[in-house]
């Protein structure tokens, strides 16, 4: 029996991640990586096929963009197996193995799985209207940037990776009208006009959109950023801001920290928002959400190397003052890998 089984989706991105999947393969087979792979053949195989392998006794490898990570985590979960998971990001967004410090780069990524690190880490729940329970790892959201994820889903010919979610963006601002929704946290409460609420268990979305900058898998508690009301042109002038984690200071931006929250429409007769969670539009809120910690344990590197990068990257937008926060936030995300470290 192999150690690994790779649940590989050939729709990620758009039908163009078969070349990344060939080299996955042969990198993992000159690693000495022992593994199989199962390849979904419709949206949501993966839930059942993730299941299957780890009733089976398989360590679970998701192959693909983020709607395919959030379905093989969901189905390694709900087999009670608890096997561990891993990601080899090969989507237009690759937020979901970023939450966990996954560089998008296919074969940093198998060296990962390599090196056999794993850490718990904290994720999310999500459960709407009707009961219906759904896993996530990145942000849940409802609202504007719910619609775009619908679009982005759907794909182009001409855009990848990020320009797919920034030209969905462009297109949803068009049409799009903000409502009046409720939003009820652990010791607040948000009512009024909004354009989108965001729930961050990780920090971005939409291909390094840092909605919810400051959220962390490794603090039992959700990062929280509600935009309020802004002209549709004040959105897309300050659009960019959310890549260099920039926006938390418009005055629109309302954020918040908590473990449980409800977001509702306040006119029961409006139209609801439509919420999403890891990439995947799932139905209208009513939802709750629900943050656990330490809930999984995931095949990572011992450091957050995309929080390292991000800083290598941008550090001309990050301002003096702000420095020591981001090296808490590094500190804070490898603090418990150190540990475990330690001997007893």
Not at 145 to 172: C, H, L, M, P, Q
Not at 197 to 216: D, L, R, T
Not at 298 to 304: A, D, E, S, T, Y
Not at 314 to 335: A, R
Request: aromatic share 10%; proline share 5%; hydrophobic share 35%.
């Amino acid at each position: 029996m192999k150690d690994f089984a790779l649940i590989y989706n050939p729709s990620s991105a758009a039908g163009r991640s078969k070349v990344s999947f060939r080299l996955a393969l042969a990198t993992l087979e000159k690693l000495g990586v022992s593994f199989e792979t199962k390849q979904t053949e419709y949206p949501g195989h993966a839930i059942p096929l993730a299941r299957e392998l780890a009733s089976d006794g398989y360590r679970i490898i998701g192959c693909g963009g983020d709607g395919t990570c959030n379905e093989v985590f969901n189905g390694a979960i709900s087999s009670g197996k608890k096997p561990l998971v891993g990601f080899i990001p090969m989507g237009s967004g690759n937020d979901i193995p970023g939450a966990i410090g996954v560089l998008p780069d296919i074969k940093r990524a198998c060296e990962v799985i390599s090196e056999g690190f794993s850490e718990t880490c904290d994720i999310g729940l999500v459960t709407n209207g009707a009961g219906e329970r759904r896993y996530f790892i990145g942000i849940g959201s409802q609202g504007f940037d719910a619609e775009v994820t619908r679009r982005a889903n759907k794909g182009t010919k001409r855009f990848s990776g990020t320009w797919n979610y920034v030209v969905a963006t462009i297109a949803t601002a068009t049409y799009f009208k903000d409502k009046e929704i409720k939003v009820s946290m652990d010791g607040d409460t948000f009512e009024g006009q909004a354009i989108l609420a965001a729930v961050g268990n990780g920090p971005s979305y939409g291909g390094w959109m840092y909605m919810c900058p400051e959220a962390c898998i490794h603090d039992g508690t959700f990062h929280v950023v509600i935009l309020g009301e802004m002209s549709k042109f004040r959105v897309m002038l300050n659009f960019t801001k959310m890549y260099y984690k920039q926006h938390l200071s418009l005055p629109a931006i309302h954020s918040f920290e908590s473990k449980r929250i409800k977001v509702e429409m306040l006119d029961p007769e409006t139209k609801p928002y439509s919420y999403q969670v890891d990439g995947e539009v799932l139905g209208p809120v009513p939802v709750m959400y629900e943050a656990i910690a330490d809930g999984y344990e995931f095949i990572k590197p011992r450091q957050n190397e995309v929080l390292i990068e991000f800083n290598k990257k941008y550090d001309h937008f990050i301002k003096e003052e702000k420095t020591k926060d981001y090296l808490w936030q590094i500190d804070k995300q490898t603090s418990r890998a150190a540990k475990a470290r330690t001997p007893k």
